[in-house]
């Protein structure tokens, strides 16, 4: 008997459903009892997690190069506190140290551990029914943990996201949940993982909703997510403190400020944009260089070590440095080779770059905070710029580092409600509200399309975990031969595992089709089946769940890609495969033919 048919008080609920929900007093009990789950899980894994941190970085930075970081106000930190080293030129060191460990422990047991881990989780979520490899968390952990300590340009956010999220999927399996709720444990789990590490529950649990599309919110999660976000913030901030991260700023609004923060606003999305163009450019050469997957971290971790000698501010997580910028600490940031105005002007770009060198080459950590860190100098720079021009209306910058903050990430993100309620709870500064939503709505105009998720999906038709809640009557009279059906990705029988392993994670697949010497159909490659591998994929195929033809109607793909848990389907003519058609075409295609549809009745009308 499989999860689906096992019966449980938990699963099989006899209640009405709307968007495959059973929204009655039963599924508030039972999300509410397993939010609670959740949220222990989410803060045990971000105490685990934060300590680990602390380590690595008491062993590499430390002990190593003998340097002493700033700490946030909320962590125990001091505005008097700046960056000092004994052995200054020992920083690549460290982090070249850090991009070799992290890379063997990733590259040997766990290759889809690396990079950040909410794409991770977010993909698991919309492809994988919620299916998270129990080996990942624990291998997330510690990897992320020594990138990190080690010097390296990431965040904390992504690792806790994955623990949480990896641990939630492993519970719905223990209690022999329906896949549908394995899915929500996991996009709860991103929440409350997110909200507990950052100390920002409200923020947690909308992004749990909000940081799965691009245009769309996932309304079944968020009572779940609510509870979950509590009880891991309560379990977290009881250990370390209830303190805002970067402590509380006590401004006053001022209603004249809001067409600065509308210009705030552009510059935070072109900026968005920069740095989600530039972290995917790094990642993607990064991919394509035909070097050891093993190796690409430490020269990911020398560059980033490289820029970490020219301004010590970029290496870790800076949470330091944004509490040092928002109080106007300038005399705290140094650089050996800059001069006070250059370093501050080159430090946003700095960060962009040691953040795309650290995760875009392999090493392990989030991009949430480094997005954070790299609003936050902008802001800096933005707000000094505006206090030399206009001094009687901007007398300080803290507003404009913090409404920076939310705008840039949430703009990258296609998540500004979350951020921005984050980051008010980060800072405690609620009186900023009516500023960052007038800079965050024009950031996340600007940024348009771009996002740092490549996991996310626009909207939840576009979804393989909504497969079903489109019109089937429309889907039965279009055919595969109206969309355009791409030639690849492919695999051939006779192709080493390691090259299919590179296609699947450059695509952002977890099965491919194979052919033969003769382009015939042999089966389909599961990324599953293939890690810690070797030989060639010939030796992994299995017989494919199913195909279409030119003739086949958008419901016989959907139904393959239903059962199949893919968003893609083999398109075959004659035995011979001819192409793949996605989700995404079909999805054009659809409203082409909706469209037709309105039009052919407005004109009746």
Avoid at 149 to 177: H, V
Avoid at 196 to 218: C, H, N, Q, T, W
Wanted: with cysteine; charged share 15%; aromatic share 10%.
């Amino acid at each position: 008997m499989n999860n689906d048919e096992e019966p449980n008080t938990l699963t099989n609920l006899k209640t009405p459903r709307v968007w495959g929900v059973a929204w009655t007093s039963n599924y508030y009990v039972k999300w509410f009892i397993l939010g609670i789950v959740i949220g222990i899980v989410a803060g045990v894994s971000a105490l685990a997690f934060y300590f680990t941190l602390k380590l690595m970085e008491h062993l590499f930075l430390g002990l190593i190069v003998g340097a002493s970081v700033p700490e946030p106000v909320g962590e125990g930190g001091s505005l008097s506190s700046g960056f000092r080293a004994v052995r200054y030129w020992l920083i690549p060191v460290s982090t070249t140290l850090g991009g070799l460990l992290s890379g063997l422990i990733v590259y040997t047991w766990a290759p889809e551990a690396e990079g950040h881990g909410t794409d991770a989780a977010i993909n698991a979520y919309h492809r994988l029914q919620g299916r998270i490899r129990r080996r990942i968390p624990p291998i997330k952990l510690v990897a992320s943990a020594i990138t990190i300590g080690s010097g390296g340009s990431a965040g904390r956010e992504g690792p806790t996201a994955q623990l949480s999220a990896g641990i939630g999927s492993a519970i719905a399996d223990l209690l022999r949940l329906s896949p549908d709720d394995r899915r929500r444990s996991v996009a709860v789990g991103i929440g409350a993982g997110i909200g507990s590490i950052f100390k920002a529950p409200i923020g947690g649990a909308i992004l749990a909703a909000e940081v799965l599309y691009m245009r769309d919110i996932e309304a079944e999660v968020l009572f779940p997510a609510l509870v979950a976000s509590a009880v891991g913030y309560s379990i977290f901030g009881s250990v370390v403190g209830f303190t805002p991260i970067f402590g509380y700023y006590t401004g006053i609004f001022n209603p004249a400020r809001l067409p600065l923060y509308a210009v705030l606003g552009v510059i935070d999305g072109l900026f968005a944009v920069l740095y989600v163009k530039t972290f995917y450019a790094i990642h993607d050469a990064f991919k394509r260089w035909r070097i050891s997957n093993y190796a690409k971290p430490v020269v990911g971790g020398l560059l980033a070590g490289v820029i970490g000698l020219m301004a010590p501010e970029v290496l870790g997580t800076s949470y330091g440095w944004v509490n040092l910028a928002e109080f106007e600490r300038l005399s705290l940031f140094t650089s050996p080779m800059l001069p006070l105005i250059a370093l501050l002007v080159a430090l946003p770009f700095l960060k962009v770059l040691a953040t795309s060198f650290t995760i875009g080459s392999g090493g392990s950590g989030g991009v949430f905070a480094p997005g954070i860190v790299i609003g936050a100098l902008v802001g800096l720079d933005v707000g000094l710029l505006f206090h030399y021009l206009l001094p009687s209306l901007v007398p300080d910058v803290a507003p404009f580092v913090i409404v920076s903050m939310l705008a840039l990430f949430g703009a990258a993100a296609k998540a500004p409600l979350a951020v921005m309620f984050m980051v008010v709870e980060m800072t405690g500064s609620y009186q900023l509200l009516p500023a960052a939503m007038i800079a965050v709505a024009i950031a996340y105009l600007i940024s348009g399309g771009n996002t740092i998720y490549r996991a996310q999906v626009p909207t939840r038709r576009d979804s393989p975990a909504h497969v079903g809640e489109y019109d089937v009557p429309v889907l039965m009279e279009i055919r595969v031969s109206d969309c355009e059906v791409r030639r690849g990705p492919v695999v051939r029988v006779d192709y080493d595992v390691n090259g299919a392993i590179n296609v699947m994670l450059q695509h952002r697949y977890t099965s491919l089709p194979v052919v033969n010497h003769n382009g015939e159909l042999v089966g389909v490659v599961h990324l599953t089946d293939i890690l810690g591998k070797r030989g060639v994929v010939g030796m992994y195929v299995k017989a494919t769940g199913g195909y279409v033809r030119l003739d086949s109607t958008l419901y016989d793909a959907w139904e393959v890609m239903s059962r199949e848990g893919t968003t893609w389907v083999p398109v075959v003519e004659d035995g011979r495969l001819i192409g793949i058609l996605t989700m995404e075409s079909m999805r054009r295609a659809y409203d082409l033919k909706i469209r037709s549809i309105k039009l052919s009745i407005n004109q009746h009308a």
